[in-house]
């Protein structure tokens, strides 16, 4: 059974940074697509980022592009996303999710693995 667990959500200021990682367990993730979503009160759940497992190719949302990095530690079957700049309307729920195909999907039906969320929080 695969298991996402999120860790390292927060409050925090504008202008800071914070880093999310979601450990991946329960079975092997060679070329399998891992993503971030993220989610505001009353919105839909938006894509945020996605990198390929095996060969490192990472897609971005356009509104957190050139301030957020998706990264990946194969050797820990760990993702990570590093949030710079934040602002408050990065305020959401962030989730990990776990594509079965090397083939990018913006939409959040396109994963079949998802974790339980890390609340992400910015204050102005």
């Known amino acids: 059974q695969v298991q996402l667990v999120e860790s390292g959500g927060g409050l925090v200021q504008a202008g800071d940074s914070l880093t999310l990682a979601c450990a991946a367990s329960g079975r092997t993730f060679s070329n399998y697509l891992m993503g971030w979503f993220r989610q505001a009160p009353g919105k839909e759940r938006e894509f945020v980022a996605a990198i390929n497992w095996s060969g490192g190719a990472t897609t971005y949302g356009g509104s957190v592009k050139g301030r957020f990095t998706i990264s990946r530690d194969n050797t820990k079957d760990t993702v990570y996303l590093r949030m710079n700049s934040l602002k408050p309307t990065d305020t959401a729920v962030y989730y990990c999710?776990?594509?079965?195909?090397?083939?990018?999907?913006?939409?959040?039906?396109?994963?079949?693995?998802w974790g339980q969320g890390t609340q992400v929080t910015v204050s102005s």
């Open positions: 999710a776990v594509r079965a195909s090397s083939i990018i999907d913006f939409y959040p039906g396109g994963y079949g693995y």
